[in-house]
């Protein structure tokens, strides 16, 4: 039973890294598949499809059969998908990001060149490239297959739960099961952490790391067009997959019973219970099973406390969802840091704190006796003070990002966004390209959509190290008195705004904090709010609202308002719309 132990902890471990992988390249699989933000929502939705389409039938059926070889083939095919999800990679050639100084990033340091030059007839060009390139471009639709292998991993984690529990519950000694549960749940919770570490480090690599030469690229992990390694996370997540397989193949169908036997064991009749539909097949008298069920439906539907509960449970899960979804992009946007730093605070910052309180709000319930009424009442202020927490999100937000002829004027003076604004007469001899993002930082603070749009004349030095100068749209700002010249890549955001991410942080720990408090007594309400015949129904019922109405749909519409804050859209090889390079930081709030 150990060793089964053993096995279940690192294959909830492997689950939850994969699932959290996915979480923290989820900017990465935009850009380099150029997607709006909704489309990447749909993709991270498609888990919870492909757990759905089997919950039933593997929870009823894979009970009767050998359960942990059952688990092997799930933990299998949840490599497979992993795998699946990082083919794309292997398959779709080079990155390609949108720049207008590839001749310039290959030029000898002694070479001056002259970005207006470069786009005389830069219109004719990019739509003879684009053309070219989107018939020879047969990967544009490979992001398909991160969502089936999404689909594929959620298809595979299935059985894990059900019947790795119900084993545990059917062999072990009564007092030691909660035991047991305690200790996957905490194991599992060291997945998410480290895969927002993996993915963190996986961010800093360029997405094309050992194929080509690093010195050539122009870009840094800060610019809104890298890519890092996002497909080697899923391969580690894969090989973690595939490794926790292997034990479950050597473990028995059953074991010893234990002496003392739970005669009333809670898994099981969760298993037998929640799962409907097989059940109807093997009913001889369907009619009346179906007029039971309709009834307990009724029942537990009818519970106004319990649909009360549902549906805030809705409300809070989808919220949830979709702000975790995108909480790297939103302080990448918000406060200027990269993909990795994101990354990086998520996993250290963010969920240990929730541990600590799901931890601790089990403990507080035990400790007070709660009943149905105080654990409402906990949950429910704990509920609140991590919304009103939460509000301080808009005292602690970040101007945005100042670019010339978008959020400000050539002359400094903030303005609304139009696509005539890009031009200017400082920039009008160049005739520039208004669709390219390949921003360039002025040495008076303000970012300029290319060095061309910045009228910049002449250039100097090679690759990241490029530094344009006697760039005219510098001149006519009339606060500006230094010199003329700007490098590659946005300027960054303010010192305060560094102070702000800070106050963010410390935001999202005392939220999570609270949140994750008044979890357990929350779950609890639904226990003890039904009879007990209708637990499981309750239950089944419940994860399959969570995930249906929650899980798959809150992605899409949390990334579908995200992409209605978008300034600047990127192009793909094909002249289509890519993904957004800029967001308005206070719509985005």
Same mark, same amino acid.
């Given at each position: 039973l150990q060793?089964?132990?053993a096995?279940?902890?690192?294959?909830?471990?492997?689950k939850?890294?994969?699932?959290?992988i996915?979480?923290s390249?989820? +900017?990465?699989?935009?850009?380099?598949?150029?997607?709006t933000?909704?489309?990447?929502g /749909?993709?991270?939705g498609?888990?919870?499809?492909?757990n759905l =389409?089997?919950?039933?039938?593997v929870s009823?059926f894979?009970?009767?059969? !050998?359960?942990?070889?059952?688990?092997?083939?799930?933990c299998f095919?949840?490599a =497979?998908?992993c795998?699946?999800s990082? #083919?794309p !990679?292997?398959f779709m050639?080079?990155?390609?990001y949108?720049t &207008?100084?590839h001749t310039a990033?290959s030029?000898?340091?002694?070479?001056?060149?002259n970005?207006?030059?470069?786009h005389?007839?830069v219109?004719?060009?990019?739509l003879?490239?684009?053309?070219?390139?989107c018939e020879?471009e047969?990967?544009?639709?490979?992001?398909?297959?991160?969502?089936?292998g999404?689909?594929l991993?959620?298809?595979?984690?299935t059985?894990?739960?059900?019947?790795g529990i119900?084993y545990?519950?059917d062999?072990?000694?009564?007092?030691?099961v909660?035991?047991?549960?305690?200790?996957l @749940?905490?194991?599992?919770?060291?997945g998410?952490?480290?895969g927002?570490l993996?993915?963190?480090?996986?961010?800093? =690599?360029?997405?094309?790391?050992?194929?080509?030469?690093?010195g050539?690229? &122009?870009?840094?992990?800060q610019?809104s067009?890298?890519v890092?390694a996002?497909?080697?996370?899923?391969?580690?997540?894969?090989?973690?997959s595939?490794?926790s397989?292997?034990?479950f193949?050597?473990?028995?169908?059953s074991?010893k019973?234990?002496?003392?036997?739970?005669?009333?064991k809670?898994s099981?009749?969760?298993l037998e219970?929640m799962?409907?539909?097989?059940c109807?097949?093997?009913?001889?008298?369907?009619?009346p099973?179906?007029?039971d069920?309709?009834?307990?439906?009724?029942?537990?539907l009818?519970?106004?406390?319990? /649909?009360? /509960?549902l549906?805030?449970?809705?409300l809070q899960?989808?919220g949830?969802i979709?702000?975790? &979804?995108?909480?790297?992009?939103?302080?990448?946007q918000?406060y200027g840091q990269s993909t $990795?730093?994101s990354?990086?605070?998520?996993?250290?910052t963010? =969920?240990?704190?929730? $541990?600590?309180?799901?931890?601790?709000?089990?403990?507080?319930?035990?400790k007070?006796?709660?009943?149905i009424i105080s654990a409402?009442k906990f949950s429910f202020?704990? $509920?609140?003070?991590?919304y009103a927490?939460?509000?301080? @999100?808009?005292?602690?937000g970040?101007?945005?990002?100042?670019v010339?002829?978008?959020?400000?004027?050539?002359?400094?003076?903030?303005?609304?966004? !139009?696509?005539?604004?890009?031009?200017?007469e400082?920039n009008? !001899?160049?005739k520039c390209?208004?669709?390219?993002?390949?921003?360039?930082?002025?040495?008076?603070g303000?970012?300029y959509?290319s060095a061309?749009?910045a009228?910049?004349?002449?250039?100097?030095?090679h690759?990241?190290?490029?530094?344009?100068?006697?760039?005219?749209?510098?001149e006519?700002?009339?606060s500006w008195?230094?010199n003329?010249?700007?490098?590659?890549?946005?300027?960054?955001?303010?010192?305060?705004?560094? #102070?702000?991410?800070?106050?963010?942080?410390?935001?999202?720990v005392?939220?999570?904090?609270?949140?994750?408090?008044g979890? +357990?007594?929350?779950?609890?309400?639904?226990?003890?709010?039904v009879?007990p015949e209708l637990?499981a129904l309750a239950?089944?019922?419940y994860?399959?609202?969570m995930?249906m109405?929650?899980?798959i749909?809150?992605p899409?519409?949390?990334?579908?308002?995200i992409d209605?804050t978008c300034?600047k859209w990127g192009?793909?090889?094909?002249?289509?719309?890519?993904?957004?390079?800029?967001?308005?930081s206070?719509a985005?709030r």
């Amino acid at each position: 039973l150990q060793i089964f132990l053993a096995a279940l902890s690192f294959s909830y471990f492997s689950k939850a890294l994969c699932g959290t992988i996915m979480k923290s390249s989820i +900017t990465q699989i935009e850009r380099r598949f150029d997607l709006t933000s909704s489309t990447a929502g /749909f993709i991270d939705g498609s888990f919870e499809m492909g757990n759905l =389409l089997v919950i039933a039938f593997v929870s009823y059926f894979g009970a009767k059969l !050998h359960r942990p070889k059952v688990i092997a083939v799930g933990c299998f095919t949840m490599a =497979l998908g992993c795998f699946l999800s990082a #083919m794309p !990679h292997f398959f779709m050639g080079y990155y390609k990001y949108e720049t &207008t100084s590839h001749t310039a990033s290959s030029a000898n340091l002694t070479t001056s060149i002259n970005p207006c030059s470069l786009h005389q007839d830069v219109n004719d060009t990019v739509l003879e490239v684009s053309l070219s390139g989107c018939e020879k471009e047969p990967s544009s639709y490979m992001w398909i297959y991160i969502l089936l292998g999404n689909m594929l991993r959620g298809i595979g984690e299935t059985p894990i739960t059900p019947l790795g529990i119900s084993y545990l519950d059917d062999f072990a000694k009564e007092e030691n099961v909660p035991v047991y549960v305690a200790c996957l @749940h905490t194991i599992a919770m060291m997945g998410p952490m480290f895969g927002f570490l993996l993915g963190s480090l996986c961010a800093k =690599l360029y997405v094309d790391i050992g194929f080509v030469d690093l010195g050539s690229i &122009t870009i840094t992990p800060q610019d809104s067009r890298w890519v890092g390694a996002w497909w080697l996370g899923f391969l580690i997540g894969g090989a973690a997959s595939f490794l926790s397989a292997i034990p479950f193949c050597f473990l028995p169908k059953s074991l010893k019973k234990p002496e003392k036997a739970n005669k009333d064991k809670t898994s099981r009749g969760l298993l037998e219970n929640m799962v409907i539909m097989p059940c109807i097949f093997q009913c001889p008298l369907i009619c009346p099973f179906l007029s039971d069920f309709y009834t307990s439906l009724k029942k537990v539907l009818g519970n106004r406390m319990y /649909f009360t /509960f549902l549906c805030c449970s809705l409300l809070q899960f989808s919220g949830f969802i979709g702000f975790f &979804t995108y909480k790297p992009k939103y302080m990448e946007q918000q406060y200027g840091q990269s993909t $990795s730093k994101s990354n990086f605070i998520i996993g250290v910052t963010s =969920l240990p704190p929730v $541990s600590l309180g799901i931890f601790l709000g089990g403990l507080i319930m035990k400790k007070y006796k709660m009943g149905i009424i105080s654990a409402t009442k906990f949950s429910f202020t704990m $509920s609140f003070l991590a919304y009103a927490i939460s509000l301080l @999100h808009f005292f602690v937000g970040c101007d945005n990002y100042v670019v010339a002829g978008m959020t400000v004027s050539y002359e400094g003076n903030p303005i609304p966004y !139009h696509k005539n604004s890009l031009f200017s007469e400082c920039n009008s !001899h160049c005739k520039c390209a208004s669709n390219v993002w390949d921003p360039v930082c002025g040495a008076n603070g303000i970012t300029y959509v290319s060095a061309c749009l910045a009228g910049c004349k002449t250039s100097e030095g090679h690759g990241k190290s490029t530094v344009f100068h006697n760039c005219r749209c510098l001149e006519i700002n009339s606060s500006w008195t230094g010199n003329n010249s700007a490098t590659l890549g946005q300027c960054p955001k303010s010192d305060d705004c560094s #102070m702000k991410f800070i106050y963010y942080t410390v935001i999202q720990v005392i939220g999570g904090f609270c949140y994750a408090l008044g979890a +357990t007594p929350s779950y609890m309400i639904m226990f003890r709010c039904v009879q007990p015949e209708l637990k499981a129904l309750a239950v089944g019922l419940y994860t399959l609202i969570m995930r249906m109405l929650g899980g798959i749909p809150a992605p899409v519409y949390f990334g579908a308002v995200i992409d209605k804050t978008c300034l600047k859209w990127g192009n793909t090889s094909c002249g289509k719309r890519g993904a957004c390079r800029l967001y308005d930081s206070n719509a985005n709030r």
